[in-house]
C-alpha cells in the first residue's frame, strides 16, 4: 500500500466543527433521539412520586407491557419500487383536517409533572395542527388552555361527577369556550390500584417528607418551578388533600350508564367520543347509540390491570364498527412505527399520553415539541420505507400482528 503525508488542502472538509448549542435544554432535549431517551430524560429531572405517578400503571403493570410488547411485535412488510418522494401523514378526524395521525390525550394534574404543564401541551399541539385533550382533572382552566390555543383544536375530557349538574356545567363551559369534541371517559368507574403512589405515599398535593426532600437534591429545576408558580391544584374540581384514588372514588359517579351516555350526547353541540371501550361488544352499543368515534382504550394500564391489548382488539373492532364511526386508540405507543401500525390496521386515529409527559418532563413546552417531532420523524420515514405516501395508502397487509400471547 503506498502512504503519503495528508495534505492541508484534503484535511480541510474534515475539519468543521459543529457550533456548539448553549441552552442546556436544546443541547439536552436534541440528544433525545426517541421517545424512550426523553423518558430516561424525565426521570432524572423529576422528583420520583411524580415520575412515578406518570410511569406507572395499575397493579402489576401488566395491561402496559403487554401494550407496548404488542408493537414491539409488529412485523412491517414493504411495497418496493413506489414514488414516496413525498409524504402526506394529514387526514380528516371528526370534521376537520388534522396534520398528523395522533393527538394529545388527556391526562390528570399535568402542572405536577412540569410547571408549564397543559399549556405546553396545548400549544405545541396547535403549533403541530393536532388536536390536544384538556382533561377534567387538568390544572389550567378550560377558558385558559382555550385562550393559549385559540387557533387550534380542543377536546374536552369529561368523567361524570355524582354532582351531574357541576359536571355538566363544564361541558357548557368547554362547548362556549370552542371546544370541538366531548370526550367521555367510560373506564373509571373507580381508580385503579396504582401501587407506585400509594408505595412513595404520593398525594395531591405532594407534600414533603423526608425522603422527598432527599429525592428533590439532584433535582433543583422541578423544585424551583414549583415553588415559584402559580400553586399546584386542580382547575376545575375542589380543592383536594388525599391521594388520587380517593379524590376518583368521591367524586366519580360509577352509576353512569349507556343511557347516560345519550343524554350526555345530546347536550354538547359538537362530536362526541368515547374513552376506555374494550371489547367489539360495546363498541358496537357506542355504534348504535350514535356517537362519532370510540377510543380503544385501556386508560395506558391505570384501571384494569390485565385488560385487553388495544392494538390485539382493533381489526374485530374496525371490521364490526369501522364503517359508522371513527376507531382511534391509545395505549402503549411508544413511536411513531407503533402509531403507523395502528393506522394500517385501521385505526383512524391514535392519542399519546405517557409519550408527551415524559417530553414535557424532560424540558417543558419544547420537550413536547420534541416528542412530536421525534414521532413525525418516525411515522413519516416508516411509511416512505413502506412504499406508501399517504395515510390512507396504509392497509392490514402492511403489518403482520406477531402474537405472542392469544386466548387458548
Ligand atoms: C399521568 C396520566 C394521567 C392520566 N389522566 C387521565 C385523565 O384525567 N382522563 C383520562 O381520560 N385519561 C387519563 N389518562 C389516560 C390517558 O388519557 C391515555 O389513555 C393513556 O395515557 C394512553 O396510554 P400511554 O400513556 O401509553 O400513551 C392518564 C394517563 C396518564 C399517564
Same mark, same amino acid.
Given at each position: 500500500?503506498?502512504?503519503?503525508?495528508?495534505?492541508?488542502?484534503?484535511?480541510?472538509?474534515?475539519?468543521?466543527?459543529?457550533?456548539?448549542?448553549?441552552?442546556?435544554?436544546?443541547?439536552?432535549?436534541? *440528544?433525545?433521539?426517541?421517545?424512550?431517551?426523553?423518558?430516561?430524560?424525565?426521570?432524572?429531572?423529576?422528583?420520583?412520586?411524580?415520575?412515578?405517578?406518570?410511569?406507572?400503571?395499575a397493579?402489576?403493570?401488566?395491561?402496559?407491557?403487554?401494550?407496548?410488547? $404488542?408493537?414491539?411485535?409488529?412485523?412491517?412488510?414493504?411495497? =418496493?419500487?413506489?414514488?414516496?418522494?413525498?409524504?402526506?401523514?394529514?387526514?380528516? =378526524?371528526?370534521?376537520s383536517?388534522?396534520?398528523?395521525?395522533?393527538?394529545?390525550?388527556?391526562?390528570?394534574?399535568?402542572?405536577?409533572?412540569?410547571?408549564?404543564?397543559?399549556?405546553?401541551?396545548?400549544?405545541?399541539?396547535?403549533?403541530?395542527?393536532?388536536?390536544?385533550?384538556?382533561?377534567?382533572?387538568?390544572?389550567?382552566?378550560?377558558?385558559?388552555? $382555550?385562550?393559549?390555543?385559540?387557533?387550534?383544536?380542543?377536546?374536552?375530557?369529561?368523567?361524570?361527577?355524582?354532582?351531574?349538574?357541576?359536571?355538566?356545567?363544564?361541558?357548557?363551559?368547554?362547548?362556549?369556550?370552542g371546544?370541538? &369534541?366531548?370526550?367521555?371517559?367510560?373506564?373509571?368507574?373507580?381508580?385503579?390500584?396504582?401501587?407506585?403512589?400509594?408505595?412513595?405515599?404520593? &398525594?395531591?398535593?405532594?407534600?414533603?417528607?423526608?425522603?422527598?426532600?432527599?429525592?428533590?437534591?439532584?433535582?433543583?429545576?422541578?423544585?424551583?418551578?414549583?415553588?415559584?408558580?402559580?400553586?399546584?391544584?386542580?382547575?376545575?374540581?375542589? *380543592?383536594?388533600?388525599?391521594?388520587?384514588?380517593?379524590?376518583?372514588? &368521591?367524586?366519580?359517579?360509577?352509576?353512569?350508564?349507556?343511557?347516560?351516555?345519550?343524554?350526555?350526547?345530546?347536550?354538547?353541540?359538537?362530536?362526541? *367520543?368515547?374513552?376506555g371501550?374494550?371489547?367489539?361488544?360495546?363498541?358496537?352499543?357506542?355504534?348504535?347509540?350514535?356517537?362519532?368515534?370510540?377510543?380503544?382504550s385501556?386508560?395506558?394500564?391505570?384501571?384494569?390491570?390485565?385488560?385487553?391489548?388495544?392494538?390485539?382488539?382493533?381489526p374485530r +373492532?374496525?371490521?364490526?364498527?369501522?364503517?359508522?364511526?371513527?376507531?382511534?386508540?391509545?395505549?402503549?405507543?411508544?413511536?411513531?412505527?407503533?402509531?403507523?401500525?395502528?393506522?394500517?390496521?385501521?385505526a383512524?386515529?391514535?392519542?399519546?399520553?405517557?409519550?408527551?409527559?415524559?417530553?414535557?418532563?424532560?424540558?417543558?413546552?419544547?420537550?413536547?415539541?420534541?416528542?412530536?417531532? =421525534?414521532?413525525?420523524?418516525?411515522?413519516?420515514?416508516?411509511?416512505?420505507?413502506?412504499? +406508501? *405516501?399517504?395515510?390512507?395508502?396504509l392497509?392490514?397487509?402492511?403489518?403482520?400482528?406477531?402474537?405472542?400471547?392469544?386466548?387458548?
Amino acid at each position: 500500500m503506498k502512504r503519503q503525508l495528508p495534505k492541508r488542502r484534503d484535511l480541510a472538509p474534515l475539519l468543521t466543527f459543529k457550533k456548539p448549542t448553549l441552552s442546556p435544554k436544546q443541547r439536552r432535549l436534541a *440528544s433525545a433521539l426517541t421517545i424512550e431517551d426523553l423518558r430516561r430524560i424525565a426521570k432524572r429531572r423529576t422528583p420520583r412520586p411524580a415520575f412515578d405517578y406518570t410511569d406507572g400503571a395499575a397493579d402489576g403493570e401488566v395491561s402496559l407491557a403487554r401494550a407496548r410488547e $404488542a408493537f414491539g411485535d409488529v412485523q412491517f412488510n414493504p411495497a =418496493i419500487l413506489r414514488d414516496v418522494s413525498k409524504v402526506d401523514t394529514s387526514r380528516e =378526524i371528526l370534521g376537520s383536517r388534522v396534520a398528523l395521525p395522533f393527538g394529545i390525550a388527556p391526562t390528570g394534574f399535568t402542572r405536577m409533572m412540569q410547571t408549564e404543564g397543559e399549556i405546553a401541551g396545548a400549544t405545541a399541539a396547535a403549533a403541530a395542527g393536532i388536536p390536544y385533550s384538556l382533561s377534567t382533572m387538568g390544572t389550567t382552566s378550560i377558558e385558559d388552555v $382555550a385562550a393559549a390555543n385559540p387557533l387550534g383544536r380542543n377536546w374536552f375530557q369529561l368523567y361524570m361527577w355524582k354532582d351531574r349538574e357541576r359536571s355538566m356545567a363544564l361541558v357548557d363551559r368547554a362547548a362556549k369556550a370552542g371546544y370541538d &369534541t366531548l370526550m367521555v371517559t367510560v373506564d373509571v368507574p373507580l381508580a385503579g390500584a396504582r401501587l407506585r403512589d400509594v408505595r412513595n405515599g404520593m &398525594t395531591i398535593p405532594p407534600t414533603l417528607t423526608p425522603r422527598t426532600v432527599l429525592n428533590a437534591i439532584p433535582r433543583p429545576a422541578w423544585w424551583m418551578n414549583f415553588l415559584t408558580t402559580e400553586p399546584l391544584a386542580f382547575a376545575s374540581l375542589d *380543592s383536594w388533600s388525599g391521594t388520587v384514588a380517593d379524590l376518583l372514588d &368521591t367524586m366519580f359517579d360509577p352509576t353512569v350508564t349507556y343511557e347516560d351516555l345519550a343524554w350526555i350526547r345530546d347536550q354538547w353541540p359538537g362530536k362526541v *367520543s368515547v374513552k376506555g371501550v374494550q371489547s367489539v361488544a360495546d363498541a358496537r352499543r357506542l355504534a348504535d347509540v350514535g356517537v362519532d368515534a370510540i377510543v380503544l382504550s385501556n386508560h395506558g394500564g391505570r384501571q384494569l390491570d390485565r385488560a385487553p391489548v388495544p392494538f390485539h382488539l382493533l381489526p374485530r +373492532v374496525v371490521k364490526e364498527v369501522g364503517s359508522d364511526l371513527e376507531v382511534h386508540l391509545d395505549t402503549g405507543i411508544m413511536s411513531g412505527q407503533d402509531i403507523v401500525a395502528a393506522i394500517a390496521h385501521g385505526a383512524d386515529f391514535t392519542l399519546i399520553g405517557r409519550a408527551y409527559l415524559y417530553g414535557l418532563m424532560a424540558g417543558g413546552r419544547e420537550g413536547v415539541d420534541r416528542t412530536i417531532e =421525534i414521532l413525525q420523524g418516525q411515522i413519516e420515514r416508516t411509511m416512505r420505507l413502506l412504499g +406508501v *405516501s399517504t395515510l390512507d395508502e396504509l392497509e392490514p397487509g402492511h403489518v403482520t400482528q406477531l402474537m405472542r400471547w392469544g386466548p387458548r
